[in-house]
């Protein structure tokens, strides 16, 4: 990439407005700009809105205002009352949710290429070659031909991330991917997360587990009441923040880890 | 005076009741088949189509659902032929009338297998990208298939038993060569008795089958 795209921000989050029906705001006005290689982590009261964010962000909900635009391209905006969503741009982002979602009638292995090959044509051989590394690289190797409802919660999430990065995302998205899952499992879906990290994968993701929040992320953004509160460095907002508010929420929610 | 049971009579009519039962497959089969695609392609017009497709076809269904089935066969009988100006024999009638209601109940099994698929599924469809037609074909539909599964042989057990309604209007089913026999030998005990065992060794079987594949369905893929 040249060096005006490295400059600008790969995600700008735009005064952004979300409700649920008339009578549930639960963005107002959100601010953020993303930059390349960034890792964010966003912290926030349960029904802040954190999910939201991502959904939007995935281009899964209709805004209500505001304006989104990824890699410098105008990717959500609004025309009227409807939301005009770019399906290229969208193809740059991938996401992986708290309940796995994975295909439960397909095999991992067709979890995995299904949407390589109706998205890009890619012929099913080349699919299953690259399908067949991810699973070797996740230690998943012996489960292609298995089907989602034999793998444990951590084999299922981890299954999850590599249908993502077969589409070879630009940015990554998680959300609360680990509260699912029992306590012995979480370090294994985390450790992927943390690899994926190291190889400068840029992501936003959702966490409630102070240490992985403090490993992974470059930058925390505390969200309450459908607005951005305090946006940093881990060390700041985890550790010592600035905000009133995010410093009871930290101390409230993390107090035991922390 | 006791009354004693002789089932030996029924020796004498195992060619009869032989082909009663084989009208009775047959009819059975054919509706189950033709009604369950019927049912398929409602449900998914029923859940998708435009609002006046889905107001029709919902008075079909609702009506086939709320009405006796044996003033169903009744009306494809003897209102039917009048009203097309068409005579049909007895097994085209009855295949009619049991294929609609077939349709009719078969169309909700497959609406609520298609809304049991969650919205999550269709969450990762479009965070994968996936086009429309990969959506419904390769995600939607299987599932809603394989949820649909056990309830459709459900339905189709159901229909086996039903059937016997057609009798009623001259088709000389299991049920009609049975009723026959047990007025011609004046011993409806030990004749409607054997009739019932023949249902019942049929569907007993099917019915367990149901329950089985429920399981295996359940634990395949089951999240
Ligand atoms: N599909 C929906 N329909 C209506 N309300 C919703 C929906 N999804 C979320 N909400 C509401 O929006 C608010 C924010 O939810 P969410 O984004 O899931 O918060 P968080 O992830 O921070 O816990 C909550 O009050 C929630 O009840
Ligand atoms: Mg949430």
């Not at chain 1, 993502?164 to 940015?171: F, N």
Request: overall charge positive.
């Amino acid at each position: 990439m040249n060096a005006t795209t490295t400059n600008s921000a790969l995600v700008e989050i735009n005064d952004l407005h979300k409700n649920y029906g008339p009578n549930v705001q639960v963005l107002k006005g959100l601010n953020i700009d993303m930059m390349p290689g960034e890792r964010v982590v966003v912290i926030g009261p349960s029904g802040g809105g954190k999910s939201t964010l991502l959904r939007v962000v995935m281009g899964l909900e209709q805004i209500q205002g505001g304006s989104l635009r990824f890699g410098g391209k105008p990717y959500i905006t609004t025309k009227g009352s409807k939301t005009v969503i770019d399906s290229e741009v969208r193809k740059k982002i991938g996401m992986v949710f708290q309940h796995y979602t994975l295909f439960p009638h397909l095999s991992i292995m067709e979890n995995l290429i299904l949407a390589p090959r109706k998205v890009n044509g890619e012929s099913r051989a080349s699919a299953r070659e690259r399908g067949q590394k991810i699973l070797e690289r996740f230690g998943l190797a012996a489960k292609a031909d298995a089907y989602p409802s034999q793998l444990s919660g951590g084999q299922k999430q981890r299954v999850a991330i590599a249908r993502a990065l077969m589409l070879d995302p630009k940015l990554m998205l998680f959300d609360e991917v680990t509260s699912a899952l029992d306590p012995e499992l979480v370090a294994e879906v985390e450790q992927v997360i943390l690899n994926l990290a190291a190889q400068g994968m840029p992501m936003m993701m959702v966490t409630h587990d102070m240490w992985f929040a403090r490993n992974v992320a470059s930058r925390v953004i505390f969200c309450a009441g459908g607005v951005v509160v305090e946006d940093g460095p881990p060390e700041q907002v985890l550790g010592d923040p600035v905000e009133e508010r995010t410093r009871e929420f930290i101390n409230r929610v993390f107090h035991i880890k922390a | 005076m006791g009354m004693t049971l002789d089932f030996s009579i029924l020796l004498r009519f195992t060619d009869a009741l032989a082909m009663g039962l084989w009208t009775t497959i047959k009819l059975t089969l054919l509706c189950v088949v033709l009604g369950t695609s019927l049912g398929f392609v409602i449900g998914l017009l029923r859940s998708n189509g435009n609002a006046f497709i889905r107001g029709a076809l919902g008075l079909y269904v609702e009506l086939f659902r709320g009405t006796p089935v044996l003033i169903q066969l009744f009306w494809i009988f003897f209102c039917l032929p009048l009203i097309l100006g068409v005579e049909f024999s007895n097994f085209v009638s009855a295949t009619i009338a049991l294929t609609l209601y077939m349709g009719a109940i078969t169309s909700e099994t497959f609406r609520a297998s298609l809304r049991s698929v969650g919205r999550e599924q269709m969450d990762a469809c479009v965070a994968l990208g996936l086009p429309r037609s990969a959506q419904i074909l390769n995600v939607i539909l299987p599932q809603a298939v394989l949820r649909a599964v056990p309830t459709l042989l459900s339905n189709a057990v159901s229909l086996f038993k039903e059937s016997a309604l057609v009798s009623a209007v001259g088709m000389a089913d299991l049920m009609f060569i049975g009723q026959n026999i047990s007025n011609n030998t004046a011993r409806p005990v030990e004749v409607l008795t054997v009739v019932a065992v023949i249902y019942f060794i049929i569907a007993f079987p099917l019915t367990r089958a149901v329950t089985v594949v429920e399981q295996k369905l359940l634990r395949k893929f089951s999240v």
